[in-house]
């Protein structure tokens, strides 16, 4: 029999934990032994999964849900055993806000998807003016544009639907889930959806309510889900299950293991070992390796032995951010907070990007009697408020409670959690690199690159990513397996 293949997976963030999952699965599938190390630099499993619990508080230091229309998340909780910890978001006060000059705005039902259900909340919630709605409603007659080379968010949006639309709603809610700058971001690489809707229909308005038509009725069968989902004790239960199930199927997960240089040396003709030489001086090989590494990390880790790879790497550029969780009494902010939060535009020029009502948007975040909300700050463009120590920090963001909702009450409790170069960002251009870094890393046989400084920045999409770098792994180890 012959030996098994090493695989070492640096980085221990969701999706070097994912892709050490999914390369026992398929190993399995095909009778193939692998022997498998997760190196992760830190003190903690799960990088930017970080669940505090504080009494009967829950707090989320990272992201607090992930999306159910990406299977990939469902799935990997079910193979944990987690589903029935699943929650949805609260039934009442399904209600979101966007601010527009000194008020906050409700967002009507339908309007995130371009495809309101009822006319009348769309016409009436004061956020476009009368040609606004007009200049909106041109998407229908707007030809579609060129299939060719790259587009900006903010240019394929005004095109669409107006400035109008896309500085007061569209905008900030890109935004919000990337932290980025709309003028910067790639249409392709971020909402290639869009893209594919305008070139399939003509229309981003006509383009969705065929397809809506076309949708076939969820099935009965299973729960219904809501477009968030959550675990009913944070999203660190994701993390501790997966790295215990990995512990058990004989993986070798290591902490305080920091990678500072790779070495390659020749193994048999065309094949190379791979040598970690670690911060405390020791070495590990393996004939396989995966990067779950930030792209600047990964960056310098590559430059040695493919400067042009390198290159590539250091042109993702990163966002810092930071939230900020506060408890309140209920009763002193009663008739402050109401539905799940708000967006901020990045024409309003605050500091805060968006607030949420934990406590009311989730079940099991906070005691009756407790309001918990989390604010974001930060994300390009917006970051120098993050050179603020934790006191100014938190008392920068308690000011636009006030001026935004009137709270103006002490909170019970503050958490603030920074997260620096945390969130990559795909400009114009981003998927043609990702192509060059192919090409540029073809030569090294058994090295492959995941992460969300790729191909999606949500939890699904880090776990789909990784199941995917785990088949190019197979793949390589079964091509190269003596039979």
């Given at each position: 029999?012959?030996?098994?293949?090493?695989?070492?997976?640096?980085?221990?963030?969701?999706?070097?934990?994912?892709?050490?999952?999914?390369?026992?699965?398929?190993?399995?599938?095909?009778?193939?032994?692998?022997?498998?190390?997760?190196?992760?630099?830190?003190?903690?499993?799960?990088?930017?999964?970080?669940?505090?619990?504080?009494?009967?508080?829950?707090?989320?230091?990272?992201?607090?849900?992930?999306?159910?229309?990406?299977?990939?998340?469902?799935?990997?909780?079910?193979?944990?055993?987690?589903?029935?910890?699943?929650?949805?978001?609260?039934?009442?006060?399904?209600?979101?806000?966007?601010?527009?000059?000194?008020?906050?705005?409700?967002?009507?039902?339908?309007?995130?998807?371009?495809?309101?259900?009822?006319?009348?909340?769309?016409?009436?919630?004061?956020?476009?003016?009368?040609?606004?709605?007009?200049?909106?409603?041109?998407?229908?007659?707007?030809?579609?544009?060129?299939?060719?080379?790259?587009?900006?968010?903010?240019?394929?949006?005004?095109?669409?639907?107006?400035?109008?639309?896309?500085?007061?709603?569209?905008?900030?809610?890109?935004?919000?889930?990337?932290?980025?700058?709309?003028?910067?971001?790639?249409?392709?690489?971020?909402?290639?959806?869009?893209?594919?809707?305008?070139?399939?229909?003509?229309?981003?308005?006509?383009?969705?309510?065929?397809?809506?038509?076309?949708?076939?009725?969820?099935?009965?069968?299973?729960?219904?889900?809501?477009?968030?989902?959550?675990?009913?004790?944070?999203?660190?239960?994701?993390?501790?299950?997966?790295?215990?199930?990995?512990?058990?199927?004989?993986?070798?997960?290591?902490?305080?293991?920091?990678?500072?240089?790779?070495?390659?040396?020749?193994?048999?003709?065309?094949?190379?070992?791979?040598?970690l030489i670690l911060n405390e001086g020791s070495a590990v090989s393996a004939e396989h390796l995966v990067l779950a590494t930030p792209a600047y990390v990964s960056a310098d880790l590559l430059r040695p032995l493919t400067p042009i790879a390198g290159g590539l790497l250091e042109m993702i550029p990163?966002?810092?951010?930071?939230?900020?969780?506060?408890?309140?009494?209920?009763?002193?902010?009663?008739?402050?907070?109401?539905?799940?939060?708000?967006?901020?535009?990045?024409?309003?020029?605050?500091?805060?990007?968006?607030?949420?009502?934990?406590?009311?948007?989730?079940?099991?975040?906070?005691?009756?009697?407790?309001?918990?909300i989390r604010c974001y700050v930060g994300g390009v463009g917006r970051e120098g408020v993050l050179q603020f120590d934790d006191a100014k920090l938190v008392a920068t963001v308690r000011a636009e409670l006030t001026a935004l909702c009137g709270i103006a009450a002490e909170p019970s409790y503050v958490?603030?959690?920074?997260?620096?170069?945390?969130?990559?960002?795909?400009?114009?251009?981003?998927?043609?690199?990702?192509?060059?870094?192919?090409?540029?890393?073809?030569?090294?046989?058994?090295?492959?690159?995941?992460?969300?400084?790729?191909?999606?920045?949500?939890?699904?999409?880090?776990?789909?990513?990784?199941?995917?770098?785990?088949?190019?792994?197979?793949?390589?180890?079964?091509?190269?397996?003596?039979?």
């Amino acid at each position: 029999m012959s030996r098994p293949r090493r695989v070492v997976i640096v980085g221990g963030g969701i999706s070097g934990l994912a892709t050490a999952f999914a390369l026992q699965e398929q190993a399995a599938a095909k009778g193939l032994s692998l022997e498998c190390t997760v190196l992760e630099s830190g003190s903690s499993w799960g990088g930017k999964i970080v669940t505090h619990r504080i009494g009967d508080l829950v707090t989320e230091a990272g992201p607090d849900s992930f999306l159910s229309q990406k299977h990939a998340g469902l799935e990997l909780c079910a193979k944990l055993g987690l589903t029935d910890q699943l929650i949805n978001t609260n039934e009442t006060g399904k209600r979101a806000f966007v601010l527009h000059g000194s008020r906050l705005h409700e967002l009507p039902e339908g309007l995130v998807s371009f495809v309101p259900r009822q006319l009348g909340p769309f016409l009436r919630s004061g956020l476009l003016s009368w040609t606004g709605l007009a200049r909106m409603g041109l998407d229908v007659l707007i030809p579609r544009g060129s299939s060719d080379g790259d587009e900006s968010l903010a240019s394929f949006f005004r095109r669409r639907f107006g400035p109008q639309a896309f500085e007061r709603v569209l905008e900030p809610l890109m935004a919000g889930i990337y932290a980025g700058d709309a003028e910067q971001m790639s249409l392709k690489a971020t909402f290639p959806r869009f893209f594919e809707l305008e070139q399939r229909y003509g229309s981003i308005i006509r383009g969705m309510t065929a397809e809506k038509k076309q949708t076939p009725p969820m099935s009965s069968s299973g729960p219904k889900r809501t477009m968030f989902v959550s675990l009913k004790n944070g999203l660190g239960d994701l993390v501790t299950a997966l790295q215990a199930r990995l512990e058990q199927q004989g993986v070798e997960c290591r902490l305080g293991c920091r990678v500072d240089a790779l070495r390659v040396r020749s193994h048999q003709p065309g094949r190379w070992m791979y040598d970690l030489i670690l911060n405390e001086g020791s070495a590990v090989s393996a004939e396989h390796l995966v990067l779950a590494t930030p792209a600047y990390v990964s960056a310098d880790l590559l430059r040695p032995l493919t400067p042009i790879a390198g290159g590539l790497l250091e042109m993702i550029p990163y966002a810092s951010t930071a939230t900020i969780a506060m408890a309140y009494p209920a009763e002193l902010v009663a008739g402050a907070v109401e539905g799940f939060g708000f967006i901020v535009p990045r024409i309003a020029g605050r500091d805060l990007i968006a607030a949420t009502w934990t406590s009311l948007k989730w079940p099991h975040r906070a005691p009756a009697g407790q309001v918990l909300i989390r604010c974001y700050v930060g994300g390009v463009g917006r970051e120098g408020v993050l050179q603020f120590d934790d006191a100014k920090l938190v008392a920068t963001v308690r000011a636009e409670l006030t001026a935004l909702c009137g709270i103006a009450a002490e909170p019970s409790y503050v958490e603030v959690n920074r997260w620096w170069k945390a969130m990559p960002q795909y400009t114009l251009g981003h998927l043609n690199r990702l192509d060059q870094l192919d090409a540029a890393l073809s030569r090294y046989p058994g090295l492959v690159l995941t992460g969300a400084g790729y191909r999606g920045v949500g939890i699904p999409d880090c776990i789909r990513d990784g199941a995917l770098a785990a088949a190019k792994i197979i793949q390589d180890v079964a091509g190269t397996h003596p039979a």
